[in-house]
């Protein structure tokens, strides 16, 4: 979501909330039909991993040309890698896309979501990312080379309206605002869905100040204010039924236009879960779906799984929080917080496991010393479905070691997974993976290591699940090998700041 306008809009709750009684959510959310089966298990292939194909501010003119072109161009890069599935950008035409590379709108201030980059709007008719054409050419690309295909979906909010209307405001009060959506450019094509005042609870005035309001907001907040309606634009109402059966009808267009696999939901924190579990049902199927609701507490992300009844996975956002620690400490941190950690842990069938993301790569909540642990620690375990930055894979220049993880974890991250509380210090973390028991095939499970100390080499006696083997270091961290007893034990070492995955050879 835009960070920014983000917090804009928590300091705008403040002053909204006061203004009307908020309209409960169903009860009978807390515990919904039963819905598709395991979101993650027939998602991915085994050991998949998933790659957000962009970042903020990706460049507009690239030397492939757009940057549906870009991703298309390196679709075949994508696969050799070991990725499973691509992420890709909101693809729907925003409210200002030919302003300055830094401004131009990054498909979340969404105006037209029916314009893929087809209609002359807005000062264009390709959106940030590209046309339609362009887009639809690098999702076939990508499916050939077997890669699933997940859209962006941004369903809270439209921005940019073409026309104001007088509207009249909860406490009587009455304002021009901007919610008269026309489309000028597109005009009926697709849909004759024509948005006014009346299919929202909301407008934002501006930046900082506030939102006009004329209908109740959806849902009181709650999980501590982490979850609530007016967040930014124009608040779709979703209490009332036209723009649910909109919204799904829209779902189901985008799904064939672009023969997605599954999807990305934008802030799914802010709109109403009622209407979202109706749109997983009827839109989403049996396709994969992971939805950014901005939780830091594991218990808000459980609570949430149970709202929606397991329909949708979630970013580990609590994980995350740990690696931005780790991080931040660089080399002080206590890495026994890494044992049983974050939502992962907890609920590794809905769980979205990642390091960083558009989002918090342009904000404070980055992780920038010591990446490759985290990197190593959400590709190797056993539970959750870890997701790559584009921009840490080829920005950043860490894609070498990370294709080397993915590798790893096509082999040899099978298994159960083992945490070693009794040997973990403040800077060395170990767990393993037991193999699946299919040695034909090299699956012959692992034990990972991870030291965030600045000063030196750091060996642990461990009993690991491999009795009198011989084990090799497979990232080429660290030479020599390792050797085990019948009982399994064996003295495994690491660098400092470093990672080391011992394989039996």
């Known amino acids: 979501m835009l960070t920014s306008l983000r917090g804009n809009a928590r300091a705008a709750l403040a002053l909204t909330l006061g203004l009307a009684a908020c309209a409960k959510e169903d009860a009978t959310l807390r515990a919904p039909e039963p819905a598709s089966p395991s979101v993650s298990a027939s998602a991915t292939a085994l050991n998949g991993v998933m790659l957000q194909g962009f970042y903020w501010n990706t460049p507009i003119n690239n030397p492939q040309g757009t940057w549906w072109q870009v991703l298309n161009s390196q679709a075949a890069d994508f696969a050799a890698a070991g990725f499973t599935a691509v992420w890709l950008p909101p693809a729907y035409k925003g409210w200002n896309p030919t302003q300055t590379p830094a401004a131009m709108d990054q498909g979340y201030g969404v105006y037209d979501r029916y314009d893929l980059g087809e ?3 807005k000062g264009s008719v390709a959106t940030r ?3 339609l054409g362009q887009l639809q050419a690098c999702i076939a690309t990508l499916h050939d080379k077997k890669l699933q295909v997940y859209e962006d979906v941004v369903m809270n909010h439209l921005t940019g309206a073409d026309a104001a209307e007088t509207v009249t405001m909860l406490d009587g009060t009455s304002h021009s605002v901007y919610t008269k959506f026309t489309y000028p450019g597109r005009g009926t094509t697709y849909s004759n869905y024509a948005w006014q005042w009346y299919n929202f609870n909301g407008a934002q005035q501006a930046p900082n100040n506030g939102f006009y309001q004329w209908h109740a907001w959806d849902f009181a907040a709650y999980n501590n204010n982490a979850a609530y309606d007016a967040l930014l634009g124009s608040e779709i109402r979703y209490s009332d039924v036209n723009q649910v059966n909109e919204t799904i009808r829209w779902g189901n267009w985008l799904t064939t236009k672009l023969n997605l696999d599954g999807y990305r939901v ?19 199927g049996s396709r994969f779906a992971v939805s950014e609701a901005w939780f830091n507490q594991v218990s808000y992300l459980t609570d949430y ?8 996975s979630l970013f580990d956002f609590p994980l995350h929080n740990l690696f931005v620690a780790m991080s931040a400490g660089n080399g002080s941190w206590d890495m026994q917080g890494l044992k049983n950690a974050g939502f992962t842990n907890a609920d590794g069938v809905h ?8 989002d918090t790569d342009k904000s404070t909540s980055t992780v920038v010393n010591l990446k490759m642990l985290a990197y190593a620690y959400i590709l190797l375990r056993e539970k959750g479905y870890p997701c790559v930055f584009y921009k840490d894979y080829y920005t950043y220049n860490l894609g070498a070691q990370i294709k080397t ?33 299919t040695t034909a095939a090299g699956h012959k499970g692992l034990m990972l290591v991870l030291n965030d100390s600045n000063a030196s080499i750091t060996t642990k006696q461990l009993t690991s699940p491999f009795k009198n083997a011989t084990l090799t270091d497979k990232t080429g961290n660290y030479p020599g090998t390792v050797t085990t007893n019948g009982s399994g034990m064996g003295t495994f070492p690491v660098k400092a700041r470093s990672w080391s995955v011992w394989v039996v050879n």
Request: net charge negative.
């Open 405 to 437: 993880l993915m590798g790893i974890r096509q082999t040899s991250a099978l298994g159960a997974g083992a945490e070693y509380p009794s040997a973990d210090t403040p800077d060395y973390y170990a767990y393993s993976r037991a193999g699946d028991g």
């Open 119 to 121: 209609f002359n709007q």
């Open 305 to 312: 799984v149970a709202r929606t009844g397991g329909r949708t």
């Open 266 to 284: 934008d802030a799914a924190g802010h709109i109403q879960t009622a209407f979202l579990n109706q749109w997983f049902d009827q839109v989403k």
């Open 129 to 131: 990312y590209g046309t």
């Open 351 to 358: 769980s979205v496991s990642f390091v960083d993301n558009h």
